[in-house]
């Protein structure tokens, strides 16, 4: 890339205050046209307000925004798109209740005195969805699709947009690999185009990958700035935390135990043709690795009783259990870390420690309908220590921590019952290297305390780094299941698209 003498976008000592927090301390920036900006840094670092005050979202306390060489201040989203700045947020900005098509052409639909024009509308829907490498029915509500694919149909709605500036927002943080690689062939397509990209990610090797620089932002800060030549994992990180974490570690094999959990030909409503066979052993963690749309979300759900498999059996235990409910997988010994934490792992408006009490409250009632304070205080306050959620106050609303320590505090409500099976959905989306580094101890912890681990994750390097074992996913079934000394990207890759088919 050849950057313009004329930046397309310059920040100059950009300021930010919220209440007890200076969420961006004279933060400089500097976007070319046709370049992908990476900017990274640990949750908190203040990433997603400069995004939302280059969006339009919210307003800057003090500093300056350039565009093309001349001021400018955008005071809403509207007026951020009429100058062709997108952004795609991390919490996904679609509505549920209207199709597909209607999503991608909401405020912009075509019409002709005043009606719409439904066959533009849906041409145009599938050909941006066909430029992001999504089948799905134009006609399907969003609220019926997969996170994944939600994540989708939010970028094919920023390319209808004529923009000069995309904004993404951990746009992978729910995409496997191969939608990844979809999604990166279309920024190519877009710096082609002189469309800039600025691209938010906590994935290390995907800003690596894409980016043309990297600038890294620290407790609101300018912490540094990486060209081209320079970005690598190690100074990434040296920069964003300020301390040297070891990178992509190896488990260490531990020896598996008993059978906690087995799974003989159970069927899923999602894909009812296809029988799942498995087991975990106490100790054990196991990935299950897939494109979006595979069926991993729905599995878990299954035998977590959110959408009660059609047939076959689940043995907890070497005890067969009958799973309709949630309340019946909890009872048997199951916890389910969801993929959406804001949406149904956490009770945003409360606090600390009320979410993490919530799970155990019929277990620790007094008198049969009372709580148990004494209790629920002394279970939060060891969760909140063990596993070092910060800034470590009980009664702070959970809305109010960061990814990471809202991520931790899903995992101290359920490790608080004890279970003998985790079930995990994305268990870092959204997390900085550092809390991912935190949760993947936890997880390590909880198999070296005798519990079964089952988790589901898009991010390859995740699966390599974390699973003992790998169940390997394709429209619904098990194309393969990996050892760890027969794991690696090809291998997982070529059983995801259905390759290989001789472990079923």
Not at 79 to 89: E, K, P, T, Y
């Amino acid at each position: 890339m050849n950057p313009s003498p004329q930046p397309l976008l310059r920040v100059e000592k950009l300021d930010k205050r919220f209440p007890g927090v200076h969420a961006l301390d004279s933060v400089d920036l500097v976007l070319h046209p046709g370049e992908v900006l990476a900017v990274i840094g640990e949750n908190g670092a203040g990433k997603s307000t400069l995004m939302k005050i280059l969006a339009g979202v919210q307003l800057p306390d003090a500093g300056a925004i350039l565009l093309d060489g001349k001021p400018a201040c955008f005071r809403s989203v509207h007026d951020a798109l009429q100058h062709g700045v997108v952004l795609i947020h991390q919490e996904l900005n679609l509505a549920d209740n209207l199709d597909v098509a209607a999503n991608i052409s909401l405020g912009r639909e075509a019409h002709r005195l005043g009606f719409l024009r439904g066959r533009a509308i849906r041409t145009e829907a599938q050909r941006l969805l066909r430029q992001v490498g999504l089948d799905v029915a134009l006609r399907t509500l969003v609220g019926d699709l997969t996170i994944g694919q939600r994540q989708m149909v939010e970028i094919a709605k920023a390319l209808a947009t004529d923009a000069r500036m995309l904004i993404m927002d951990e746009p992978t943080s729910s995409l496997s690999q191969h939608e990844t690689d979809t999604l990166f062939a279309v920024i190519r397509t877009l710096k082609q185009r002189g469309v800039s990209v600025i691209y938010i990610s906590h994935r290390l090797g995907e800003v690596r990958a894409v980016a043309d620089r990297v600038v890294v932002l620290r407790d609101g800060k300018n912490a540094g700035e990486l060209q081209r030549d320079q970005i690598d994992e190690n100074r990434m990180v040296s920069l964003m935390v300020g301390r040297d974490i070891a990178r992509w570690r190896q488990r260490e094999p531990v020896p598996p135990g008993d059978m906690l959990l087995e799974v003989r030909d159970l069927t899923t409503q999602a894909h009812r043709r296809h029988r799942l066979n498995f087991q975990v052993r106490r100790g054990e963690i196991v990935g299950v690795a897939g494109l979006v749309g595979a069926g991993r979300t729905e599995l878990l759900e299954a035998l977590f009783g959110i959408l009660p498999p059609l047939s076959g059996t689940i043995t907890v235990a070497k005890k067969p259990v009958r799973i309709r409910h949630p309340i019946d997988a909890i009872r048997a010994g199951l916890a389910l870390i969801p993929e959406d934490r804001k949406l149904q792992g956490l009770v945003l408006e409360m606090s600390l420690r009320e979410n993490i009490s919530l799970p155990g409250l019929f277990r620790t009632r007094r008198a049969g309908m009372f709580l148990n304070g004494r209790r629920e205080r002394t279970d939060a306050d060891a969760m909140i220590a063990g596993l070092r959620i910060r800034p470590p106050l009980p009664n702070k609303q959970v809305q109010l921590l960061s990814g990471g320590n809202q991520q931790k505090t899903v995992l101290a409500k359920w490790l608080t019952l004890k279970p003998r099976v985790l079930l995990l959905d994305e268990p870092t989306r959204g997390v900085d290297v550092g809390a991912k580094e935190e949760i993947y101890r936890l997880l390590e912890q909880a198999a070296r305390g005798g519990a079964a681990v089952l988790f589901v994750s898009s991010e390859m390097q995740e699966v390599l780094t974390l699973a003992d074992r790998v169940l390997v996913m394709h429209q619904g079934r098990l194309t393969a299941e990996l050892a760890r000394a027969q794991l690696s990207e090809e291998a997982v890759m070529r059983a995801a698209t259905g390759q290989d088919l001789s472990h079923r």
